[in-house]
């Protein structure tokens, strides 16, 4: 296999702080064959905290591509890999939440950039002013806590005043009775840490989108055989199985080469031969 020998046996540095090397570095040395290191002291929060204490530094993308640098200059490597999530409304559902994680992995030596994606609406991401302990508790159990973890603070913006590590229910008892008793205050604000390993959840979502890296690393372009000939397009007209007018899955997937350019399109096939009428603006206007 063409990946292996280019990969085989190299350092690769992982760029976290919060344990989400024990998904992501198994499976990258499983297929890749390369040996993940961990920096010891790598500060993440720097280019952001889900807490919005600290902004993150750009979008998702270009906050990866700052950690993944940041971390192999200080480690002295040129393969690494970082990991990004974000929360916000399902671009297809809009009333639910989805969390998109991405994995950007660069092989600075090769000039390689490729990116591994997971959207899931699986999330327990969530935030609410609570004015007595019983309402933090009650939010605490309906978000998956103590095995998920939840932050406390005395408001929804400030920087002060938050409190993040919280691991048992006596503790999150005591720590909101204690901020419910400072003079003005009437509530305080308790969410869902998303950090990866105080959130199972994410944690399962990093992985899936590990897994879609990986597949995207093997999927080798047809012309220079480069890593990460991936789809980034597609084009519609599957033909409706029983008028044959196309309709407007995808007929064909296009996949592009960032390393020669080169493209291909391969017909899409999981929608099977034809599509369904139901999908066709003819038979089921
Ligand atoms: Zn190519
Ligand atoms: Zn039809």
């Known amino acids: 296999m063409p990946n292996q020998n280019l990969f085989k046996g190299r350092k690769l540095v992982i760029a976290t702080m919060h344990g989400k090397e024990l998904v992501i570095a198994p499976l990258l040395e499983k297929h890749l064959g390369v040996e993940v290191i961990v920096p010891k002291h790598f500060n993440s929060d720097q280019f952001g905290t889900f807490t919005r204490d600290i902004k993150r530094a750009g979008n998702q993308l270009e906050a990866a591509r700052k950690k993944v640098e940041a971390v192999m200059l200080s480690e002295n490597v040129d393969l690494g890999v970082s990991s990004e999530g974000s929360f916000g409304a399902h671009p297809s559902m809009p009333f639910i939440q989805s969390n998109l994680e991405l994995l950007l992995f660069v092989d600075r030596k090769n000039g390689y950039e490729i990116r591994g994606h997971h959207r899931t609406s699986e999330t327990n991401m969530d935030g609410q002013c609570v004015a007595t302990v019983g309402e933090a508790l009650d939010f605490?159990?309906?978000?998956?806590?103590?095995?998920?973890?939840?932050?406390?603070?005395?408001?929804?913006?400030?920087?002060?005043?938050?409190?993040?590590?919280?691991?048992?229910?006596?503790?999150?008892?005591?720590?909101?009775?204690?901020?419910?008793?400072?003079?003005?205050?009437?509530?305080?604000?308790?969410?869902?840490?998303?950090?990866?390993?105080k959130n199972p959840m994410r944690m399962k979502a990093i992985k899936k989108a590990t897994e879609d890296l990986i597949k995207n690393i093997e999927s080798l372009c047809t012309q220079c055989q480069a890593p990460g000939f991936v789809v980034i397009d597609f084009e519609k007209g599957l033909e409706c199985s029983l008028c044959k007018i196309p309709t407007d899955l995808p007929l064909y997937d296009i996949y592009r080469c960032n390393v020669c350019n080169h493209s291909d399109k391969k017909k899409v096939t999981k929608y099977g031969k034809n599509a369904d009428p139901k999908y066709c603006g003819y038979c089921n206007p």
């Not at 932050?151 to 901020?179: P, S």
């Open 140 to 197: 605490a159990q309906k978000t998956g806590f103590p095995e998920h973890g939840v932050i406390v603070r005395r408001n929804e913006k400030g920087r002060l005043g938050i409190h993040k590590d919280i691991h048992t229910k006596d503790a999150l008892i005591e720590k909101v009775t204690e901020m419910l008793s400072w003079p003005f205050t009437k509530s305080i604000f308790i969410e869902t840490d998303m950090r990866a390993h």
